[in-house]
């Protein structure tokens, strides 16, 4: 007489399945929850240096006359910030953006020199866009 082998899982085979999903599913979650926040950081950032672009090409776009006046009116300093042409709030994902602009001879701040301008846009550091306008 032959006797059919039933097919399908064992007890012991279904418990050695779920030990391994138990213990392998943990890294992997934690794997997508780390690339989630790298996402959400990295939107941030770039979403700040499309903000930083932005607020160059619309001070780059005024009259050298009226950036020049910005400059002295600040004091000619690379650490004076222009408030009229800077953010005034923000938030701790999109920090103001603050702009400086001063006189510059092409080797350090001059008020003597009035024919090219620096022009610095940042939130940070190592967040910022530099550009030189001349008359």
Same mark, same amino acid.
């Given at each position: ?19 391994? &999903? ?10 997508? %929850? ?6 959400? #950081? %990295? ?6 240096? %499309?903000?930083?672009?932005? $607020?160059?090409?619309? &001070?780059?776009?005024? @009259?050298? +006359? #009226?950036?020049?006046?910005? #400059?002295? #009116? ?34 350090? @701040? ?8 620096? +022009?610095? +846009?940042?939130?940070?550091?190592? $967040? ?8």
């Amino acid at each position: 007489m032959s006797r059919r082998r039933e097919s399908g899982f064992s007890y012991a085979e279904l418990l050695v399945a779920i030990a391994l &999903v138990a213990v392998l599913l943990t890294p992997a979650m934690q794997a997508v %929850q780390t690339s989630a926040l790298a996402a959400a #950081a %990295q939107r941030d950032d770039l979403a700040n240096r %499309q903000r930083i672009k932005a $607020r160059m090409e619309e &001070v780059l776009a005024r @009259p050298y +006359v #009226a950036l020049d006046a910005a #400059a002295v #009116a600040a004091g000619n300093s690379p650490s004076a910030t222009i408030a009229d042409l800077s953010d005034a709030g923000g938030t701790p994902a999109y920090p103001p953006v603050q702009v400086t602009i001063y006189r510059y001879d092409g080797s350090a @701040p001059s008020a003597a020199d009035a024919g090219l301008l620096w +022009v610095r +846009v940042f939130i940070d550091s190592a $967040r910022s866009l530099d550009a030189l306008r001349g008359r």
